[in-house]
């Protein structure tokens, strides 16, 4: 199993380009804090902020907690200010939260809370939370097997740009698996991946235009 600070990266990083019109002056100064390599000082102010109940402190001071940034590892600390951010509906801390569902990670392992908290990112439109939710019905894990309720998770996590979901839907569109057989679709979006440098998208783009072009439906 990962260690929990390799399961959630550079979240932190993340959610102040993801939500910044959501930064309120408390979080700014954290970040300005934290990017300036002051971590103490950053996890002060946003303990500050969270405890203000301002959502996106509570997300970054769980981060801060449960990577130990600016003081020792708090993985119980993390969970708590991690499930209010969630429960105050920031998508960037029901994705996480969903992570820390899947692993085991200060709390018990569930794959259907997992799919719960994925499915909420993924309604406020969480790309990774999307591609997360999508894979879950694909492959009947924490939610039913459901191949049409994959393709519309993966497409839509497809026309957020994700590469992955790109390719993914392709061939969900190339072979009729959760959405009508459409070859012209599944080569647009083998194109789409294949320009973001998929090398195996590029292959089977080749192959379905070479068979659109031989009059395949």
């Known amino acids: 199993m990962k ?8 979240a932190i990083l993340a959610i102040v380009c993801c939500v910044a019109a959501a ?3 408390t979080t700014d100064a954290g970040w ?4 300036g390599g002051d971590h103490a000082a950053a996890r002060m102010i946003f303990q500050q902020g969270a405890d203000k109940g301002d959502r996106l402190a509570e997300f970054n001071l ?9 003081g020792r590892t708090d993985l119980d600390g993390g969970v708590l200010w991690l499930r209010r951010s969630a429960e105050a509906g920031l998508p960037q801390a029901q994705y996480n939260l969903g992570l820390l569902y899947e692993n085991g990670i200060g709390v018990g392992r569930s794959l259907t809370s997992a799919t719960e908290w994925w499915h909420k990112a993924a309604d406020q439109g969480h790309t990774e939370a999307q ?4 894979t879950q019905y694909f492959l009947g894990r924490g939610a039913p097997k459901d191949w049409k309720l994959a393709a519309k998770w993966y497409e839509a996590a497809a ?4 590469v992955g979901a790109q390719y993914i839907i392709g061939s969900f569109y190339e072979h009729g698996d959760g959405v009508p057989q459409d070859l012209r679709k599944a080569l647009d979006w083998y194109v789409a991946a294949a320009k973001q440098g998929d090398a195996g998208a590029a292959v089977q783009a080749k ?4 068979r659109l072009s031989e009059g395949a439906k």
């Open 3 to 10: 260690h929990h600070a390799d399961v959630l990266g550079p």
């Open 23 to 25: 930064a309120t002056p």
């Open 32 to 35: 300005q804090a934290y990017r």
């Open 62 to 70: 769980a981060m801060m907690l449960l990577r130990g940034e600016g």
């Open 131 to 134: 591609v997360e939710l999508a």
């Open 159 to 162: 026309q957020s740009g994700h």
């Open 207 to 210: 192959d379905v235009a070479r």
